[in-house]
């Protein structure tokens, strides 16, 4: 049985309120939520935007127009003179692996690069050839790739050193923000590991990688666990008493907000990029060569694998290709060999290959091949990205028991999930609870304002079990797609 969103009326909900922040790649989102997690209803506000790209790899969002989204945010959603200085705290999230240079009185000097910036690939060979990519690895939870800091730094070093020479501190996109509105660049510990520089079992920057990026440790912000807000400032009176917490990233705050609490619940996030990850006590040990670890906490790790083009992949063949009206139930018919092999890297692929240049490759196109079946196609090969990070994971993660599903995905074409399901071989639970990031937000700061307050239950709809008729023909397809990537995109 589907279970809904629940919303309440701000006269029934339970206080203390928290105000959380999500900053996506396709949106500012913020809202109000009550002290069991549950939204209150007419308090949540969208501001859309976009990234600018570009064929050179390009993904950057100005800094300056995401600070006046979140303000627009903050407007809609504290207007309400019944709130009273209800609201305990405020929390954020954005969307991870963001880079800003800006000069001594905190002023942007460069637009805010998104992980899908690519432009940094060449100083990525440059790094492999100088560091012991595996060593590295061990240390920090991540591999050395356009995402992170290290190889961006060494990038602009060489393309704008006067820009670089005239930055005194690199912060992400939510430290910028905070910094605007409070004057305080608060950093969360997930934030800072997504630079690729954080040592996932200490907490210290790494001194090897800060060298290698050309960094001081006074440039970046130290990072700081959710137990740690910055007290209530000055401003708009519904947040008078307000405390501000350490911006954390979106992948940690949805699997909290799908339900993925610990280390038995794998979540797959299904929004504009996408990602398989699951919650440890502790780091991962043995980490696989493929995936991340990042420290969120002094005493949790998120450990996974992030894919650039999820949503993204969908969208452009929703927009590109005359799809016929009956496209959903293209996914849930049974798989055809005559269905064109895509691998679907629009902007280069994270894990577990981490090949930053790669571009999309549609493979077995014929004079028959319609729009539908290059849809099929572009969704498998969606799925089976995410198979080849789930394999990596299963040696560290084995105790996980299910896979829950969240995002706007799923949500909005829950038929695709039949496909994961097919391909991972394994039953996959649609966690419809919409804004789960947000949510999962707004959990966190909760369980430091109000620990002992019972949470609303998440939302649930179908669990799509794999049809074991078409498990055959997907592990074949599986091994084509291994074939055609090891020739035309592995690193």
Known sequence: MTHFDDDVALDRALDPLVLALDIGSTATRGGVHDASGRRVHGLQHKVPHAFTVAPDGTSVIDPDQVTAEVEQVLDAVTGDPRLGTRIAGVAMDTFAASLIGVDAAGRALTPCFTYADSRSSAAVTALREQLDEHTVQQRTGTRLHTSYHAPRLRWLAGTQPRLVAQ???????????????????????????????????????????????????????????????????????????????????????????????????????????????????????????????????????????????????????????????????????????????????????????????????????????????????????????????????????????????????????????????????????????????????ALLALDVLAPGVPRAPRATGATYEPRSAHAEHYAVRRERFAEAYEVLVKP
């Open 167 to 441: 930055a005194t501190a690199w912060w992400s996109l939510g430290e910028y923000v905070f910094a605007r509105l409070i004057g305080q660049p608060l950093a969360g510990t997930s934030t800072v590991a997504w630079t690729g520089l954080l040592d996932r079992r200490t907490g210290a920057l790494d001194a090897e990688l800060l060298a290698a990026a050309g960094l001081e440790p006074g440039q970046l912000s130290p990072p700081r666990d959710m137990d740690q807000p910055a007290p209530a400032t000055a401003g708009r009176p519904a947040l008078a008493r307000a405390v501000w917490f350490p911006v954390i990233t979106d992948g940690f705050a949805s699997n909290i907000g799908s339900g993925a609490t610990d280390a038995t619940v794998l979540t797959a996030a299904t929004a504009t990029s996408g990602a398989l990850r699951v919650l440890l006590d502790g780091p991962a040990d043995p980490l696989p060569f493929g995936l991340w670890n990042y420290r969120v906490a002094a005493d949790r790790t998120l450990l996974g694998g992030a894919i650039n083009d999820v949503g993204r992949a969908v969208s452009w063949a929703q927009s590109t290709l005359r799809l016929s009206p009956g496209i959903a139930a293209a996914l849930t018919a049974a798989p055809s060999d005559a269905t064109p092999l895509v691998l679907p890297y629009l902007t280069g692929e994270r894990a577990p290959g981490w090949a930053g240049g790669a571009r999309a490759v549609f493979g077995g196109v014929t004079a028959a091949t319609d729009a539908d079946s290059l849809f099929r196609g572009m969704v498998e090969g969606v799925a089976m990205t995410y198979a080849r990070v789930a394999d990596e994971l299963r040696p560290a993660a084995s105790q996980i028991i299910e896979v829950a599903a969240a995002g706007r995905v799923s949500n909005d074409l829950p038929e695709w999930l039949q496909v994961l399901a097919d391909v991972l071989g394994r039953p996959v639970t649609h966690v419809t609870r919409r804004r789960a990031t947000q949510r999962g937000t």
